[in-house]
């Protein structure tokens, strides 16, 4: 008789439905298809057996990862993007429709993004697209071509090609959307407030800070609120910064708004009173706030406000980052961070008293049901065999020249992080460097 499984995880720490018990994963066909207590399961072809020092968490799935190719990959591509995605943990990600050309606000424009990432994928991909001023009549077609959900701005993009949208354009978004019942991921910082105070220039961080108060967030968070609620479409907060808006989002969500909210590892990790000025490689937008807006924040992760953590990796050649001047007003505004998310988060989340179970909701269960990815997220059966094997208390010193993002300028750069991953599976197989089994995942139904 053949084997009921291709193979047999046993794993004295799995983190299932938020939580680390001992268990044995079954897996056929690519597919976990039985979770039972450690031991249990009949033997397989091939049996791994992990110790005691390593969790086996689900694969990551990274919601929000800019990847710049076509056009721009130079800055990033999807070889070099879903390569530091599988060393960070990360099986799925779902690529941003700005910085590559064209930005992917047509269903031209997608299948010209599907067509690069094509056979050169570690992990599986999926892709948001834009909404931007002009392109309703776009959204339909490219729901039907299988995007995850759009994305919009309300704020200056930084990139021509992708204009912020006002706030009757977003209302007609979510509109159009939530017939689809698919989520509008809104960067909400608002264009007139900014405006109103102008670019901070040269190297000083208290600036660059000061041209960027919370108020900017706040002012657009409360007119995304508006609008979910006015229209009833999932409206979804990307990269929340500013902590003063987290009762905001409490209260709509208690008045039953359908509103979620995300933050990334660099808003709970640095606090801008520890960044030296000219450290452009901190710079982000929102940008990195003080250290009582941190703690903040984890109170959001804590009180369930915000739902989620993913990585807003936003590549740059190191030259765009102008580490040698050190000018914030001339860097590029972004962090790569697809590889390091994970420890960095874990580091930190550890001293709060949060579990991996949480950080695996975090960081895998919740960004694939934002993502409407069914099968991915969680050790269950039925979802796909995706796993990080996980050494929660090794640590490492964050070396630049060991990441395989396509430029290595990381703000962590010597840190010492907590957590290392030892391996990463996508559908029952290892990731191995020399062959891309990514593939690229459309919406269910479509
Ligand atoms: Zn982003």
């Known amino acids: 008789m053949a084997d009921a499984f291709d193979l047999v995880i ?10 680390e018990a001992a268990r044995s994963i079954g897996i056929a066909d690519g597919r976990i298809v039985a979770v039972e207590p450690a031991g249990s399961l009949a033997p397989a072809s091939r049996v791994v057996e992990l110790g005691p020092d390593a969790v086996l968490l689900p694969g ?12 721009n990959t130079e800055w990033e591509g999807f070889a070099t993007a879903t390569r530091a995605a599988a060393a960070g943990g990360i099986t799925t990600l779902v690529d941003m429709p700005l910085d590559s050309l064209p930005t992917t606000v047509s269903t ?20 948001w697209a834009g909404a931007v001023p002009g392109n309703l009549g776009q959204l339909t077609p490219l729901h039907e ?29 979510l509109s159009v959307l939530r017939g689809f019942g698919t989520p509008l991921l809104v960067h909400a910082e608002s264009a007139e407030a ?14 660059y800070l000061a041209s960027h108060p919370r108020g900017v967030e706040n002012l657009a968070v409360a007119q995304v609120i508006e609008a979910a609620r006015r229209t009833g479409g999932h409206a979804h907060i990307v990269h929340l910064s500013s902590s003063d808006a987290l009762p905001m989002i409490a209260s709509a969500r208690r008045e039953g708004v359908p509103v979620t909210a995300e933050t990334c590892p660099h808003y709970l990790a640095l ?30 992760l804590r009180d369930g406000v915000l739902d989620l953590v993913v990585s807003d990796h936003s590549p740059s050649t190191a030259a765009m980052k102008e580490l ?27 001293h709060r008293g949060f579990t991996l179970g949480d950080v695996a909701v975090w960081m895998a269960e919740r960004p694939a ?78």
């Open 60 to 71: 990551l799935v990274d919601s929000h990862v800019h990847i710049c190719e076509p056009g």
């Open 194 to 207: 900014a405006a109103a105070i102008g670019e901070a220039s040269g190297r000083r961080y208290a600036d």
């Open 369 to 446: 049901r934002l993502a409407g990815l069914s099968g991915k997220g969680r050790i269950a059966p039925g979802y796909d065999a995706d796993f990080c094997v996980f050494a929660p208390d090794e640590s490492f010193t964050v070396d630049p020249a060991r990441l395989h993002h396509r430029h290595p300028v990381t703000p962590y750069a010597g840190h010492r992080l907590r957590g290392v991953v030892r391996d990463t599976i996508l559908r029952g197989e290892p990731v191995e460097a020399a062959h891309p089994r990514g593939r690229l995942l459309a919406r269910r139904g479509a």
């Open 271 to 300: 606090t801008a009173e520890e960044i030296a000025d000219g450290a452009t490689a901190c710079k982000c937008s929102p940008p990195i706030r003080e250290a009582a807006n941190r703690e903040l924040l984890w109170d959001g």
């Open 10 to 19: 046993h794993a004295p720490r799995a983190v299932c439905d938020g939580a």
């Open 145 to 173: 071509a299988g995007v995850l959900g759009f994305k919009c701005f309300l704020a200056d993009s930084g990139t021509d090609d992708f204009p912020p949208v006002n706030a009757g354009q977003m209302e007609q978004a």
């Open 108 to 127: 031209d424009a997608l299948h010209a993004k599907r067509a690069a990432a094509d056979g050169r994928c570690h992990v599986d991909v999926g892709f």
């Open 324 to 350: 040698g001047s050190g000018d914030f007003g001339a860097a590029w505004g972004g962090i790569s961070s697809l590889q390091l998310g994970l420890p960095v988060v874990w580091t930190q989340a550890r």
